[in-house]
């Protein structure tokens, strides 16, 4: 179903909204925004946790790199995205850069204590 939205502003029944574009797509969009606030939370939570797991190992003098967690991070990330729904390269890309930054993290920490 094609729809001509500078003539008719309904969306095609399919998608379950009465309301014109602008209204359905205003509401998914605060949707968005919402879940963005919390995925931003919970990386801000994340990296709390981190920075204490940094602490604990300058006090005991461990190293950063912890190969065999990380994978089993990743292992696990990639078990929960393909329940969800998720691309396994998003979730790739989206671990990788978490892990950077969380042994970067990890890696100030020791060299502050």
Same mark, same amino acid.
């Given at each position: 179903?094609?729809?001509?939205?500078?003539?008719?502003?309904?969306?095609?029944?399919?998608?379950?909204?009465? @309301?014109?574009?602008?209204?359905?797509?205003?509401?998914?969009?605060?949707?968005?925004?919402?879940?963005?606030? *919390?995925?931003?939370?919970?990386?801000?939570?994340?990296?709390?946790?981190?920075?204490?797991?940094?602490?604990?190992?300058?006090?005991?003098? *461990?190293?950063?790199?912890?190969?065999?967690?990380?994978?089993?991070?990743?292992?696990?990330?990639?078990?929960?995205?393909?329940?969800? @729904?998720?691309?396994?390269?998003?979730?790739?890309?989206?671990?990788?850069?978490?892990?950077?930054?969380?042994?970067?993290?990890?890696?100030?920490?020791?060299?502050?204590?």
């Amino acid at each position: 179903m094609t729809v001509d939205f500078e003539n008719d502003t309904k969306l095609p029944s399919k998608h379950g909204y009465d @309301g014109d574009y602008a209204n359905a797509l205003a509401e998914l969009r605060s949707g968005i925004n919402q879940i963005d606030k *919390q995925l931003i939370s919970l990386v801000a939570e994340r990296f709390s946790k981190i920075s204490e797991v940094g602490d604990l190992k300058a006090i005991f003098h *461990q190293p950063v790199e912890d190969s065999k967690r990380e994978h089993w991070v990743l292992d696990q990330a990639l078990e929960n995205a393909k329940r969800n @729904g998720v691309s396994e390269f998003l979730t790739r890309e989206l671990m990788d850069v978490l892990l950077k930054y969380s042994k970067a993290t990890q890696a100030k920490r020791v060299r502050g204590l």
